[in-house]
């Protein structure tokens, strides 16, 4: 929907179609993931955009709850590691 409330893309994914069979979907992040696949050429999303985007909030807000290590305690390690 637009900010108007009309309608501006529909899409509809069911056990007969073929990117359905494809991913063999069946949870919630394999539609998730048939749901990137669709909207993303839409959107001009590709491995160009990919590589341009920088991390945001949201990258920030994962990294935090995901309980990983921030990058500046880790890049010692590997740096040592790798000697």
Known sequence: MDN???LVWSD??????????RLQAGNAMTMS????????????????????????KMTAIMNERGGQPPENETAPLLDARRK
């Open 12 to 21: 509809r994914q069911t056990p007969q179609d073929a990117a359905f069979k």
């Open 33 to 56: 993931m048939l749901l990137c696949e669709r909207l993303s050429p839409l959107f001009g999303l590709n491995e160009q955009t990919k590589r341009a985007a920088k991390p945001g």
């Open 4 to 6: 108007t409330g009309a």
